[in-house]
């Protein structure tokens, strides 16, 4: 028998389809789990809620009042409460005299698409459950409608793994007169 008539008993094996389905399954539960992560990290956080109490929101100019910023930690971990923000857009008419209890240090930040604020630093610790209010003492300083955002930034860790800062804004408007 020549090399050419040879022919092989065994059956050919073919695999189909199924490594292909196999790796497209594997590739959408990963781009699932990315996307659902992003989500959960480019909202709020549900760990907090913040209420401001102010004792007026008319005042008149050169009258010093205070905003009361309550920040409850509804998770069920310690979060750290790294610092509250006040929008530039308050402080054209509005200046911070003091806080109770004081905080650390004071950073100018201009994003893009975020904005323009203040961001004064705490770096507490909250454990969970726990109400945290920090009293904050302003001055109006010109006549005028002042609107914007006090925002929280909490730092925790997403999973027990990974820490995260993400923000809580709550609006504001202050009338000086």
């Known amino acids: 028998m020549s090399p050419r008539e040879r022919v092989e008993d065994r059956p050919r094996r073919r695999r189909g389809c199924w490594p ?45 009042f205070t905003i009361e910023v309550n920040v409850e930690n509804v998770s069920l971990d310690p979060v750290t409460l790294n610092g509250v923000g006040l929008d530039r857009s308050l402080l054209d008419g509005l ?18 698409i ?3 604020w203040s961001e004064f630093s705490l770096d507490q610790d909250m454990a969970e459950g726990t109400i945290f209010t920090l009293t904050l003492t302003l001055t109006a300083t ?16 997403v999973l027990g793994i990974v820490p995260v800062s993400r923000a809580r804004r709550a609006p504001l408007e202050i009338q000086v007169q």
């Open 114 to 116: 975020y904005g323009a």
């Open 20 to 64: 292909l389905l196999w790796i497209l399954t594997v590739l959408v539960i990963c781009v699932g789990a990315v996307a659902g992560l992003l989500i959960t990290l480019a909202g709020e956080p549900n760990d907090i809620r913040v209420q401001l109490d102010t004792n007026r929101r008319t005042v008149a100019a050169n009258e010093e």
């Open 95 to 112: 200046s911070v005299v003091r806080s109770d209890p004081p905080f650390r240090s004071i950073t100018e930040r201009d994003y893009p």
């Open 142 to 157: 010109q006549p005028g409608l002042y609107e914007g955002d006090v925002t929280v930034w909490i730092e925790n860790d």
